[in-house]
């Protein structure tokens, strides 16, 4: 296998969102990158795309004209797999189907050279399956970054069931080399960040067919100190991913909780993309408006579902949402996903704007004290159900005056 210090040309697969950003931060750092996709306008309007980011660094004095043209001089395009075969290290980055995902894997371990490490930029899939399309699964890893990724300073290095050890520290250390936060999670769905996200924006949901609005669960969470809400998190993202989904996959109106998300994605309302999700947005502006109709709309779909409305405190948002992230986290490291509460805590302040100053989900729970922590998941379980059972860990920790991170 090949060491770290060998990794001298990396490959992206995939002219995308994702793919651009993955592009910047390699020839950012030095890296020669070839680009490949199938689709050789996508690869003309992603190189665009990025000389249009470097001509506005530049106007910013971040660098000068001639670091601009050097960075775009690392880059080298191509439609044909058979010009992937000197690189060291290639991260797949295309959208999320298991299929076309296995399809260019099996691609890649043909076309490239047996000591490179081939990557996966999934948010979600199984790196294993992944893998399995290969003739070197111990070479095959997750590298998750996020959107937008040249920005982000987050990245989840993912290890599958057979990622040998030197390919995982050859790919932290390059994380760390590109200027990101690396942190190693386990194989689960979701990996760490995803997979606590989806019990967070669970309760966020949960709570505006209770009878709180959109804008009131971002300003609760916005006044905790999240650096956005989850529905303008949801606008900027795309409202309309998930509505594609659940097309798809043939479960169409799908739960009670998406059914505000449905409504405006027929609307055409997806997001910031648009001009208009949960929010409005003036042409040419990413400032997200209030946008009372939403808030109507909420109340409606609540009703069709049989809620009855009640008032959600600003504290109550805050502790649903807030909890549900720090029990999914305490899972996660009881199943070895994560290999310490301080991982966690990285996480969520460089990849999903937590509070720095109260260190992430898990230091936050330290600092109200465990005990307190478990006695609130406990009466939110007798009166909700089994969402909030509490984690093992939890409770034992909570029960020996234990802590999630050092002290």
């Known amino acids: ?232 998190m949801y606008d900027v993202v795309g409202v309309d991913l998930g509505w594609r989904s659940r097309q798809l996959a043939g479960v169409g109106r799908g739960e009670p909780i998406v059914w505000l998300d449905n409504k405006l994605c027929e609307m055409e309302r997806f997001g910031q993309k648009s001009g208009h999700g949960f929010y409005k947005y003036e042409a040419g502006s990413r400032q997200a408006i209030h946008d009372p109709e939403t808030d109507m709309m909420a109340r409606e779909v609540a009703e069709e579902a049989g809620y009855t409305a009640r008032d959600v405190s600003s504290d109550e948002i805050v502790t649903r949402c807030i909890l549900a992230l720090v029990n999914e986290g305490a899972r996660i490291l009881d199943e070895g996903f994560a290999e310490s509460a301080e991982d966690i805590d990285r996480v969520y302040r460089f990849g999903y704007g937590f509070p720095a100053e109260r260190g992430g989900p898990m230091a936050y729970a330290d600092s109200l004290g465990l005990d307190k922590v478990l006695a609130e998941i406990r009466a939110l379980e007798a009166e909700r159900g089994e969402f909030w059972t509490p984690a093992a860990g939890l409770v034992k920790l909570a029960e020996a005056g234990g802590r999630f991170t050092k002290a």
Not at 23 to 29: D, H, I, Q, Y
Not at 44 to 70: L, P, T
Not at 88 to 96: G, I, M, S
């Open 1 to 232: 296998m090949a060491a770290f210090e060998d990794i001298k040309k990396v490959g992206v697969i995939g002219a995308g969102t994702m793919g651009r950003g993955i592009v910047m931060n390699f020839v950012n750092a030095g890296y020669p990158v070839t680009w490949l996709d199938v689709n050789g306008e996508m690869l003309e309007k992603g190189k665009v795309e990025i000389a249009a980011v470097y001509k506005r660094s530049v106007a910013q004095e971040r660098f000068d004209d001639a670091e601009a043209q050097a960075r775009l001089a690392r880059i080298s395009t191509t439609q044909e797999y058979a010009d992937l075969a000197d690189l060291d290290l290639v991260v797949e980055a295309v959208y999320e189907n298991m299929d076309l995902k296995k399809k260019i894997f099996t691609e890649l371990d043909k076309a490239v050279k047996p000591s490179a490490i081939l990557a996966t930029n999934t948010s979600y899939l199984d790196i294993d399956e992944i893998a399995s399309a290969t003739q070197r699964p111990t070479q095959v890893l997750g590298l998750h970054f996020f959107s937008p990724a040249h920005i982000m300073k987050l990245l989840e290095v993912v290890r599958g069931k057979a990622t040998a050890q030197d390919v995982m520290d050859a790919c932290l250390a390059v994380g760390k080399k590109i200027g990101k936060e690396a942190v190693l999670a386990g194989n689960c769905h979701g990996f760490i960040g995803n997979r606590m996200l989806e019990k967070y924006s669970r309760q966020s949901r949960e709570v505006v067919l209770e009878g709180s609005t959109p804008w009131e669960v971002d300003q609760a969470l916005q006044g905790f100190g999240m650096a956005m809400g989850p529905y303008r």
